[in-house]
C-alpha cells in the first residue's frame, strides 16, 4: 500500500512545474490534496483535471508570502480533515543577474517567497504536527542551496537558507513524530524560468546556458516522494547533482571550476546585451 493513501497533503505552487507533478502522483497514491497556488486561474484548472481523473483535490488560492493565509489554509485542512499529514513547500521564484546589477526589491521580492513562504507554511504545519504526534514537512530547496549559484546569488541564498531550516527543524521535531526533509534537485523544466525575474540578461539566454539537461516535473516528482517515503533528509537528484555535491563535500576547490564557467558564460551574455544598450531587467 501506498505511504501517501488517504493522507492529507498541502502543496504549495502545485498549479504547474514540480508542484503540478507531486499532485498528480500524489493523486494517483490516494492522497487528499489542497493544491495551493497564487495564480488562480492555472489552480483551478489542475485540481478539475486531478478531480476528473478519480482524484481526491481542492483548489486553494494563497500568496505564500501572507502569513495568515498560509496559516488559515492549514487550519481549513485540519478542520476538514482532523489533521494534516504533509506539507509541501515548494512555491518559489528565481532571479537572474548579478549582485552589481540588483537592487534591494529584487532581494526583498525572492526572500519573501522563497523564505518567509517557507517559514511561514513550516511554522504553521509544524505545530499543528507537534500537537498531533505525526506528520512530515518537506520544503523545497535546491542544488543552488548546497553549492553557490554564481549569476543566481538572491536565488541561493534562501535555498541555503531552506536547507538550514529544514535540517535544523529536523532534529527538532525527531522526538515529537514530525519528519522534516529538504528537496534539493538540479535543473528541472518548470515554470519558474517562464515567471523568473531577469536583470541584463533574457530567460532564452539563460535556458541555453545551463550546463547540464534538465529533468521533466514527473521525474523530479518521482524521485522526491520516493525520498519522502524513505524519511530522507536532504532528496538530492539527479545523478549529476548528487555527484556534484559530494565532490563539494570533499573539497569546496572541486566546484570552482564549475562556478567560474557560470559566471563567465554569465558575463558574455550580460556583455552582448549591454552592447546592444539594452541594460534593463525583464520581468
Not at 148 to 165: C, D, I, N, Q, R
Not at 194 to 214: H, L
Not at 236 to 261: C, D, E, G
Request: proline letters at 3%; aromatic letters at 8%; hydrophobic letters at 45%.
Amino acid at each position: 500500500m501506498s505511504p501517501f493513501k488517504d493522507k492529507v497533503a498541502i502543496v504549495t505552487g502545485a498549479a504547474s512545474g514540480i508542484g503540478r507533478a507531486l499532485c498528480n502522483e500524489l493523486s494517483l497514491s490516494g492522497a487528499i490534496l489542497f493544491m495551493a497556488d497564487i495564480n488562480a486561474d492555472s489552480l483551478r484548472q489542475a485540481v478539475a483535471e486531478i478531480n476528473r481523473s478519480g482524484g481526491r483535490a481542492v483548489a486553494a488560492p494563497l500568496d505564500v508570502t501572507r502569513a495568515e493565509e498560509v496559516q488559515a489554509l492549514v487550519d481549513q485542512a485540519i478542520a476538514a480533515h482532523g489533521h494534516l499529514d504533509y506539507m509541501f513547500n515548494n512555491a518559489g521564484i528565481g532571479v537572474a543577474g548579478e549582485v552589481r546589477d540588483l537592487s534591494l526589491d529584487h532581494w526583498r521580492r525572492i526572500i519573501d517567497v522563497n523564505l518567509w513562504g517557507v517559514i511561514y507554511g513550516a511554522s504553521a504545519a509544524y505545530r499543528a504536527m507537534v500537537k498531533q504526534g505525526s506528520g512530515h514537512i518537506v520544503n523545497t530547496a535546491s542544488l543552488a542551496g548546497l553549492i553557490g549559484s554564481p549569476a543566481m546569488t538572491p536565488y541561493s541564498t534562501t535555498k541555503f537558507a531552506v536547507l538550514g531550516l529544514s535540517t535544523s527543524l529536523r532534529a527538532e521535531g525527531e522526538g515529537l513524530g514530525v519528519k522534516v526533509s529538504a528537496v534539493c534537485p538540479g535543473l528541472i523544466q518548470t515554470g519558474i524560468f517562464a515567471a523568473g525575474i531577469y536583470v541584463n540578461t533574457r530567460q532564452e539566454d539563460i535556458e541555453a546556458n545551463v550546463p547540464f539537461k534538465m529533468l521533466t516535473p514527473d521525474r523530479a516528482a518521482h524521485h522526491i516522494l520516493r525520498g519522502v517515503a524513505r524519511n530522507r533528509a536532504i532528496i538530492v537528484f539527479p545523478f549529476y547533482a548528487r555527484f556534484t555535491w559530494w565532490l563539494h563535500r570533499i573539497n569546496q576547490s572541486l566546484t570552482m571550476p564549475l562556478a567560474r564557467k557560470l559566471i563567465k558564460d554569465f558575463r558574455a551574455i550580460r556583455t552582448e546585451r549591454r552592447a546592444k544598450g539594452s541594460s534593463s531587467a525583464n520581468h
